[in-house]
């Protein structure tokens, strides 16, 4: 079998006759699918750019690259798709294959098992199973490749992809349930948003008083829909999508049972005009706050510690008129509350 190492690449390992047994995956109904669901993934001509590493390519609110701050966390136990796979030209994918075997066999001190088996995994393509690459029907489709979603490399999904490169004609269906869509696009950029910071603003600001309701709110400006498009360009595939999510509730833990939150349930939903909570305006002092806490409690020489969590409705659309929803997202920080008795004054 064939692994994918960290930037994307195809590696030869174990056995070359675990290589030879292509797994047979489970088809679309139908090929490029259509404008429903999927979306459409039609292949025509073909590219020789590029290597064998995932071309998908991000744009919009993207997360820097390994950061997990602002990462939005699914709700349930959906996780965006860790691997899948991509098309490639015949140039492109010969190019590979035959720098990897002159890369294994020319380095010195290599281990002759791995020159051995990248050997006979070039021979697959070769002179085995194929012909040269199938240079002769490089027009008529393309080879597809398993790639590892770069955000989830540590994720032992990540190897499930687990085919060796194949052939697939052109508008033909690759046969297996992880080829790139529309819709894997849209899963994969899911994983690739960056959610601002879940800073509620306070009234009063940091350090509140026992028994003294403390207003809650979101900056309009910050919290506000966020996207990102997530593309695919190779050889013949053009595709897209974009995910986008939108801020829909506020839920306050008080970081102490010696509290009370508004609403009771502590999430405080978004309004008509798209705020969550409502700013403090002088002579609200004696008002309850829609969206806020009371702290029943003197927190001492220390601080309480307030977590704020956003709920974000997530949907997306993609090429073929495709669309729909995808698992609402969390994301929550922390901010230290200091909460002080009232002291009285004796006359």
């Not at 999508?241 to 405080?268: R, W």
């Amino acid at each position: 079998m064939h692994s994918v190492d960290t930037s994307g690449r195809i590696l030869v390992t174990g056995a070359v006759a675990g290589m030879l047994a292509l797994i047979p995956g489970t088809a679309f109904a139908d090929w490029p699918p259509g404008a429903g669901t999927q979306g459409s993934t039609r292949q025509s001509a073909h590219s020789d750019a590029g290597t064998l590493v995932s071309q998908v390519t991000y744009s919009g609110s993207v997360r820097p690259r390994g950061s997990s701050s602002g990462a939005a966390q699914p709700v349930g136990d959906w996780t965006p798709p860790a691997c899948w796979y991509e098309p490639r030209s015949v140039a492109e994918f010969k190019k590979y294959v035959e720098t990897m075997y002159e890369d294994t066999i020319n380095t010195p001190g290599q281990a002759n098992y791995a020159k051995s088996a990248v050997g006979q995994f070039r021979d697959i393509y070769t002179d085995g199973k194929y012909k040269d690459y199938n240079g002769d029907k490089a027009d008529e489709g393309n080879w597809w490749v398993a790639v590892q979603n770069p955000d989830r490399l540590d994720d032992p999904a990540s190897m499930e992809c687990g085919e060796l490169p194949f052939w697939v004609a052109n508008n033909h269906d690759p046969g297996v349930p992880q080829a790139v869509t529309p819709r894997i696009l849209a899963e994969a950029a899911y994983n690739a948003i960056q959610l601002p910071e879940t800073k509620v603003t306070l009234a009063p600001r940091d350090t509140t008083k026992v028994n003294l309701p403390t207003w809650a709110w979101l900056d309009k400006a910050t919290f506000k829909d966020v996207s990102v498009t997530a593309s695919l360009n190779v050889a013949g595939l053009s595709i897209s999508a974009t995910t986008t999510a939108k801020p829909v509730s506020l839920k306050l833990e008080p970081g102490t049972s010696d509290a009370e939150t508004y609403p009771a349930t502590g999430e405080c939903r978004i309004d008509d005009d798209h705020t969550i909570g409502t700013p403090y305006a002088k002579g609200n002092a004696g008002q309850t706050p829609p969206c806020g806490i009371k702290y029943l409690r003197s927190s001492g020489n220390g601080t309480y510690k307030l977590r704020a969590t956003i709920t974000w409705k997530v949907t997306w659309t993609g090429t073929g008129a495709a669309g729909g929803d995808l698992p609402d997202g969390t994301f929550g920080t922390t901010q230290d509350i200091s909460v002080q008795e009232i002291q009285a004054v004796n006359r």
